[in-house]
């Protein structure tokens, strides 16, 4: 089978290249995944195949993913967040940490909070947490999570399922 040949182009040196997001393009979804397959290109990490879910009404209008309230996750998983981009947050009184917090590009913060915290020195003692809150941090700028953008909301939905698959 002979390959097509793709056409050379040239940008500006102002050009920015990046990656597509799946709610970015989520309308020709379907071609890109036919346009890969053709030419036997696989992908490096999920992003044509991947779901992304949206958020419910009662979520658009507040500041938390309750679907995920009170799921129980592995303090592993909670602990790889940092390694994603997550900022611990800071240890309260007695060394305990509670959550993980993320600034996005347009301010916002959201987070993940947990409980029973772990102690900072010895994140092991404490192996199971529940989550106790998915969200944006509304007392910095009031937004609620329907004023995200449908990225940022994606990204926040797929980190918590990480966390509790």
Do not use: C, N
Request: net charge negative.
């Amino acid at each position: 089978m002979e390959r097509r040949r793709l056409p050379t182009i040239s940008l500006p040196e102002s050009a920015r290249i990046g990656i597509a997001h799946p709610q970015e393009i989520s309308d020709s979804l379907t071609a890109w995944g036919e346009q890969f397959a053709d030419y036997e290109i696989l992908q490096p990490f999920p992003q044509l195949a991947r779901t992304s879910r949206g958020l419910t009404d009662e979520e658009a209008a507040g500041h938390t993913l309750t679907r995920f309230e009170g799921a129980e996750v592995p303090i592993g998983k909670l602990l790889s967040l940092a390694t994603r981009g997550w900022d611990r947050d800071m240890p309260g009184d007695g060394g305990g940490v509670y959550g993980f917090s993320r600034r996005l590009p347009d301010g916002s913060v959201v987070q993940i909070g947990f409980e029973p915290g772990y102690a900072v020195g010895y994140p092991a003692g404490s192996p199971r947490q529940r989550l106790a809150g998915v969200g944006i941090d509304s007392h910095r700028t009031g937004r609620t999570l329907g004023q995200l953008s449908p990225v940022a909301v994606a990204e926040l939905i797929y980190e918590a399922e990480r966390l509790v698959g």
